[in-house]
């Protein structure tokens, strides 16, 4: 290359500059290879929140399944048909509709804690619980356990 080539007859008549260009030639490569590294690691960071963009919108989406998918079990349990769950049908449908004990065994929620649920669900006393409070209910409480240890 034309600089080794110039620096060779400078050290040649003045030996004491070989450190300076010895200096010279190291720095430059550092420098590159800083450059590489900072672009390197950019890129990864660029594909880190990219991927962590992607995890919202996909727990948002199954968010939005699950709230979906509860409310077609509140209507399947819901055996009079008028909008509410009463105590007795949410027992039943636990009982004999293994999709909906399924997913509350999902949630640790047992048999055993139905009734319990369903008191601190029942926040108007009515013995019956909207579609809407026993799903906002179950969700509150399947996302609220992540977000506090968090």
């Not at 400078?10 to 590159?32: C, D, E, K, M, R």
């Not at 990864?44 to 995890?55: I, P, Q």
């Not at 047992?110 to 006393?125: A, K, N, P, S, Y």
Request: aromatic residues 8%; glycine residues 4%; charged residues 30%.
């Amino acid at each position: 290359d034309s600089w080794g080539a110039c620096s060779i007859g400078i050290i040649h008549n003045a030996p004491h500059l070989y450190i300076i260009f010895a200096f010279s030639l190291v720095t430059v490569q550092l420098g590159f290879t800083n450059l590489v590294l900072a672009v390197i690691v950019d890129k990864a960071n660029e594909a880190r929140d990219l991927s962590k963009e992607e995890a919202v919108r996909r727990r948002k989406r199954d968010e939005v399944n699950s709230v979906k998918a509860w409310r077609s079990v509140m209507q399947s349990m819901d055996v009079d048909g008028n909008g509410t769950l009463s105590l007795d049908e949410l027992m039943n449908g636990y009982v004999s509709k293994p999709a909906i004990r399924d997913m509350l065994d999902h949630m640790h929620v047992r048999r055993r804690d139905l009734l319990e649920l369903f008191r601190l669900m029942d926040l108007d006393e009515s013995n019956d619980l909207q579609y809407e409070e026993f799903v906002d209910a179950l969700f509150r409480a399947q996302t609220q356990d992540t977000r506090m240890y968090l």
